[in-house]
């Protein structure tokens, strides 16, 4: 997975992410955004907006950011912002998630949907939301994981040389992403078609430093 590979894959999906995607993927992303709970005015950050499905769900009084670094799928969040008139919605972004423009401590929830199987480095990806979070605030994430059937497991493990292709890492393993980001995970469930997906509430913590 690079950049590169990235931009290309999700400018082919733009055109019909929605359709494919939308009706499978919509559960969970209700779920996220219910499970906010935002306060009056919390600032959340969307990394990896896409067309921006999620963004009619958020409270009309929270402040909401999406980024994305896919063109394509942003001009398409920055139509439904204008024919949805969603003013919670306070900008939507072509940014690099793994290097955020922001400064520290700006955002008091940051949620990650269908993303960390997508970019280059995941634990970079994680560094940069806890870094852009309050201290004490929530990171949500939402994303498939490598399944614990050995028969599924491999069948996706055979997929993982077309990731380039796919635009996504299909046989990302849950262990191994919590061990490398070292995530405060206070709450975990399944969601969307026959639980295939997973969703993490995080508290935002110090990263301790890794052990030699």
Not at 141 to 157: D, Q
């Amino acid at each position: 997975m690079n950049i590169d590979s990235i931009k290309s894959a999700y400018r082919r999906y733009a055109r019909v992410y929605d359709a494919l995607f939308g009706p499978i993927f919509h559960p969970a992303r209700k779920l996220i955004v219910q499970s906010l709970n935002a306060r009056p005015g919390d600032r959340v950050l969307e990394v990896g907006v896409g067309t921006g499905l999620s963004l009619p769900l958020y409270r009309d009084d929270a402040r909401v950011v999406g980024i994305d670094i896919s063109t394509e799928m942003l001009d398409k969040a920055r139509q439904r912002v204008r024919e949805r008139s969603l003013s919670q919605v306070e900008a939507v972004l072509e940014m690099d998630a793994e290097h955020m423009d922001f400064p520290d401590n700006s955002f008091d929830k940051v949620v990650a949907m269908y993303v960390v199987s997508v970019v280059p480095d995941p634990a970079r990806l994680v560094d940069e939301m806890r870094r852009v979070c309050k201290p004490g605030g929530e990171i949500y994430i939402v994303n498939h994981f490598r399944s614990r059937n050995p028969l599924i497991g491999a069948s996706e493990e055979l997929m993982s040389p077309l990731s380039k292709l796919a635009g996504f890492r299909p046989d990302l393993d849950l262990d191994q992403f919590l061990e490398s980001t070292q995530l405060n995970v206070v709450e975990a469930c399944r969601a969307n078609l026959f639980g295939y997906w997973k969703v993490l509430r995080c508290r935002n913590s110090v990263k301790e430093p890794m052990v030699a």
